[in-house]
């Protein structure tokens, strides 16, 4: 789950979650997104833009691929027969 929130006064953040039950633990990443980050602010080593995220997408096939029992056993199969290198 991926919620883009407003940093509040003092650095407080809110996030709500009806789905979760009172007392449970959750585990919360904070990232600051890339659009508030400016060049002062970026680490001497850190690539503008993006980095390896401008690289992320999805293709479409027209078709789903691996999807059946037998193409998911022969993909196993095939993983597991080259062994250990």
């Known amino acids: 789950m991926v919620q883009n929130v407003t940093v509040q006064e003092g650095g407080r953040i809110e996030v709500t979650v009806p789905e979760l039950r009172p007392g ?3 585990k919360v990443t904070v990232e600051l997104a890339e659009e508030s980050v400016t060049e002062s602010e970026r680490a001497p080593d850190q690539p503008k833009g ?3 995220r ?3 997408g999805a293709v479409s096939l027209g078709h ?3 999807t059946t029992n037998e ?3 022969a993909d196993l199969a095939r993983e597991y027969g080259r062994g250990l290198k």
Do not use: K, P, Q
Request: hydrophobic fraction near 45%.
């Open 50 to 52: 993006n980095g390896l």
């Open 64 to 66: 789903a691929t691996g």
């Open 24 to 26: 449970s633990m959750v």
């Open 54 to 56: 401008r690289f992320f």
């Open 71 to 73: 193409e998911i056993d």
